[in-house]
């Protein structure tokens, strides 16, 4: 099973990785008259010639070619079955380097045709080389997505059949159906007019990739004699007469002289950019408050998905942590959501807080029916439900306050139909259920509103007509 | 110190930025597609690379090209993803690549819905993919922590040169509280050793998780059992709270153990002993710690939104020596205050 490449530049003279007790260090572990060992040598040749070997990372496949990296005098990486043009975006995009993803035709058309035509279609900076035998090659020989009509596999024993195994995949064509790619050719290993242009190819391949210039695919019809059951020679007969004519020769892209060099950006890793990023510079001082209680407080607030209520507790969160205190905010989502309702809970404390939702609230803030009607019966006792009036007439579970507070009309009033939130966070502050200060409330508001900073004086005024509500109606 | 109110899973891409991570590769899912959108947003500005993916399988195979060339990658994903991810961990574990995986764990099995549970623990913290392998597991339990644990995760990826998961789920990733940016920023260096890196110094390496002789892999196979014996003795993390008169343990890691500890301050209260035995690290799960409590008469009481997969593992720990209770809710469900305290009551004969 072994067969000498005569020593290539761009390959190992010797062969190591093949094994401690390895009796013939300079034989490959390729078949007479396989294909991978010409291909290996035109790809090392074309890499030495360009200079391009210490810049080069090869990803060998899963498949006969599993160990490409015994032989390519590059940087080598192994891959799983079909992942490689996957892991080539990751190194390229980690390295800018030159990256080759080297694949037989189960592994690049078969399990991983995503990441082939993904990876082209992204226009990778990588350059991939894909050996097309028509077989599974390591395996023994079963059908490929490649394998003509007619041909006989160990799973296709009477030739392949179309109506029950389809027909063989042209992957020069789909790739060039893309827009990305620079250029795809199609190039045979089977004569030495056919050698000749498919090292032309090779070349022209990876000078788009020293270049910088994109995504490149090189299709090779190459002979497997051990799984065909054919001499060398036959072999080289059936790609020239009966693949050829399925796989046509020749080049279907090339936008080698057009195509411009992509151009990726160095990483910034200081802390000065981070801190720029998330704006570590324009945080507040905390607002100065002593609050002797030690007591938590557990807010609930609840209403129809569009009345704010996710974020009325995030304002609260806010001036919760513009007061220093420990404070939660955890929103329902995902099934709770359902039906257009949405709740969030807020634990303001000075301690280290456990569960961040709140089962038994101090203050319930419904903002419809529903909200109202589900949560009541938890709030615990001598706790606070406040309610929007629109609700209408309510029965409160004994030793509960209530207060019907007309958020939507005031907020309407004050010059905003979208703010019955702000006027609940102005009677929330007003009530002095929170302890929290006054200023912290104002700051919330600013920082809710960061991103539409004209609102921000609106939504004061709104909070104080709220403050103003609570002064005249509520004992 | 700079304090903001900052969400779970934005906390998760701070940490990882100011860890040094130059590559996010990901794809979307519902509870933890956040965690790509803010890689997506913050990544870019400061040249890193951000890449949504076709697929899980394929962002976790950017990782192992990525992390192949020595940098400092990391994706994120919950339940469907992480399973599809499996292959790609394992290679990773045989090729000895360090890459941080965020799972923001969601409700199985099957599609299950976007709901918080911790289900995946078992497919996370037992390895999930073919071979003898094991991942570093971190379980943070606050907003800082989600940063804090992804910062370390890289650490100890790199430290050991193996896959480190921080397994969060729905609750922490939705979650807002105040939380300190971190003080140091690193910028990492690329470790020649072994890195494929494209560049002279690196040529002659190799990233590969054949071995085709036998004898060979049950080396290979061995030495990762000394690893992860040598994580185990020095990685594991735990805290606990009230543990020392304790005559029932409350067991829980995650959003649980915040419902635990609330539970435990509730019974204190009514004057029952009650501690918090909370594993930081799951792999390494700390079973020295937990031994030396159950050496005494102890009941401990498993919290956890999984069926069961923490308790068996803490009855193993403890090579069931004491009673294991088990309070969990599953299908998206929180555990509930009340069946943490009922369950309490009832080991306590109350
Ligand atoms: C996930 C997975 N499935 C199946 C295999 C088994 N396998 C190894 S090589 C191979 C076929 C490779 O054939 P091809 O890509 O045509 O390459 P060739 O051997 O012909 O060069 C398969 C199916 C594997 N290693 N991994
Ligand atoms: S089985 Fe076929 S592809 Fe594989 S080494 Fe032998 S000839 Fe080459």
Redesign the interface.
């Known amino acids: 099973m072994t067969e000498k490449i005569i020593s290539s530049k761009g390959i190992y003279n010797e062969f190591p ?1 093949k ?2 007790n390895n009796p013939a260090p300079a034989a490959t572990h390729y078949c007479p008259g396989c294909g991978h060992g010409i291909l290996h040598k035109l790809i090392g040749e074309a890499l030495a010639d360009l200079g391009l ?5 090869t ?2 496949p899963v498949g006969c070619a ?2 490409a ?1 015994y032989y390519f ?8 079955h079909g ?1 490689a043009p ?10 800018d ?3 080759i993803a080297y694949q037989g035709d189960g592994d690049l058309a078969s399990i991983g045709l ?2 082939t035509l ?1 990876a082209a279609n992204r226009g990778e900076k990588i350059a991939v080389f894909f050996v097309n035998n028509t077989v599974y090659g390591m395996t023994g020989g079963q059908m490929a997505p490649t394998t003509l009509i007619g041909e006989k596999t160990v799973t296709c024993p009477d030739g392949r059949d179309p109506l029950t195994q389809g027909y063989p995949l042209h992957l020069c064509e789909l790739i060039a159906s893309l827009q990305a790619p620079v250029f795809v050719e199609r190039v045979a290993l089977s004569d030495s007019k056919n050698i000749r242009n498919a090292r032309r190819a090779v070349r022209k391949a990876l000078e788009v990739q020293r270049d910088g210039k994109g995504y490149t695919f090189v299709e090779v019809l190459s002979p497997c004699p051990t799984n065909l059951g054919q001499s060398a020679v036959a072999n080289n007969d059936f790609i020239n007469e009966q693949m050829i004519r399925e796989y046509p020769l020749g080049n279907f892209r090339d936008r080698t002289e057009e195509a411009e060099p992509v151009v ?8 000065e ?3 720029t ?2 704006e ?1 510079d324009s ?1 507040p001082p905390s607002i100065p408050h002593d609050d002797a209680a030690d007591t938590e407080t557990q807010v609930k607030i609840a209403g129809f998905g569009g009345q704010g209520v996710l974020s009325l507790g ?1 304002m609260l ?2 001036a919760a ?1 513009a007061a220093s205190k ?6 329902s ?4 959501q359902r039906g257009g309702t949405s709740n969030c809970s807020v634990i303001i404390s000075k301690q ?6 709140v ?1 038994n609230p101090d203050l319930l803030v419904a903002m419809n029916r529903p909200s109202f009607e589900r949560f009541k019966n938890d709030v615990k006792p001598g706790g606070i439900i406040m309610y929007d009036a629109q609700i209408g007439d309510v029965e409160l579970p004994p030793g509960v306050k209530g207060v019907a507070v007309p958020a939507q009309d005031l907020a309407e009033q004050a010059g905003s139909s979208r703010a019955a939130n702000t006027i609940m966070f102005g009677v929330m502050l007003e009530l002095g259920i929170t302890r929290l200060p006054e200023a912290a409330f104002a700051r919330a508001l600013e920082a809710n509103f960061a991103k539409k900073p004209k609102l921000i004086p609106l939504n004061l005024k709104i909070l104080e007509f709220a403050r103003q509500w609570v002064k005249n109606n509520v004992r | 110190m ?4 900052i969400k779970g899973n934005t906390a998760v891409v ?1 940490g990882a ?2 860890a ?1 991570s ?2 996010f ?1 990901g794809y979307p899912i ?2 933890a597609s956040e965690i790509l959108h803010e890689a997506s947003r ?1 990544y870019p ?5 951000f ?1 949504q ?3 899980e ?3 976790i ?9 020595g ?1 400092r ?1 990391f994706t994120a994903s919950s339940g469907p993803g992480i399973s599809l991810m499996q ?2 961990v394992s ?1 990773l574990a045989g ?1 000895e690549l360090p890459t941080v995986i965020v799972d923001i764990m ?1 409700a199985g099995p099957g599609l299950g ?4 549970e911790q289900s995946d623990y078992n497919q996370v913290v037992k390895g999930g993919g073919h071979g003898n392998y094991k991942n570093i597991v971190l379980a943070p339990n606050s907003v800082q922590e989600m940063c804090d644990y992804t910062m370390l995760a890289f650490e100890l990826a790199f430290k050991w040169r193996t896959p480190v998961y921080v397994l969060a789920d ?2 922490l990733g ?5 939380f300190t ?1 971190p003080e ?5 260096v690329i470790d020649k050793t072994w890195a ?5 110094e ?2 002659q ?6 071995f ?2 036998f004898a ?1 892999l049950e080396e290979f196979n061995n030495r990762l059992q000394v690893k992860y014996a040598d994580i185990e003795r020095t990685e594991t993390r735990c805290e606990q709270q009230n543990t020392d008169d304790a005559d029932i343990i409350l067991v829980a890691y995650g ?1 649980s153990s ?6 435990m ?1 509730n019974a204190r209260r009514q004057g029952l002993k009650v501690g918090l035995f909370r594993p930081q690290t799951l792999f390494p799960f700390p079973k020295k710690q937990i031994n030396a409590l159950a050496d005494k008469n102890v009941t401990f009481i498993a919290v956890e939104m999984s069926n069961g997969q923490l308790a068996d593992d803490l009855r193993l720990a403890i090579s069931c020596r004491r009673p294991v209770e088990l309070v969990n809710r599953l299908g ?1 469900n ?1 555990v ?3 069946q943490v305290m009922n369950k309490i009551k009832a080991v306590a004969g109350k």
């Open positions: 990785r094994g401690r070997q210490d810049k080069t990372v990803i060998s599993v160990f990296y005098d590059t940087g080598n990486i192994q891959v799983a992942r996957a892991v080539a975006t990751g190194v390229s995009r980690a390295t380097k030159i990256v995503n990441e993904q990726r950006p160095d990483s910034d890793f200081t802390r950019s981070l801190d990023l998330f570590l945080i995030i969160t806010e942590q420990q404070v939660s905010w955890y929103p989502y995902g099934p709770e280290a807080i456990g569960s961040p939702v089962y | 700079a304090t903001k109110l701070i930025l100011y040094g130059d590559c590769f519902t509870p913050f500005p400061l040249g890193r690379k890449l993916a076709e697929s399988e394929a962002s195979n950017m990782c192992y090209g990525a992390a192949a060339a940098h990658v292959e790609g290679y090729a969601r819905n976007i709901g918080p729905g609750v939705q979650m807002i509280e105040p940016f140091k920023a690193i910028a990492p494929v890196n494209g560049n002279a690196t040529r390496n190799l990233v590969t998780s054949i085709l002789d060979q959003i915040r419902i635990a500890k609330t539970a301050d998206g929180l509930t205050l009340d």
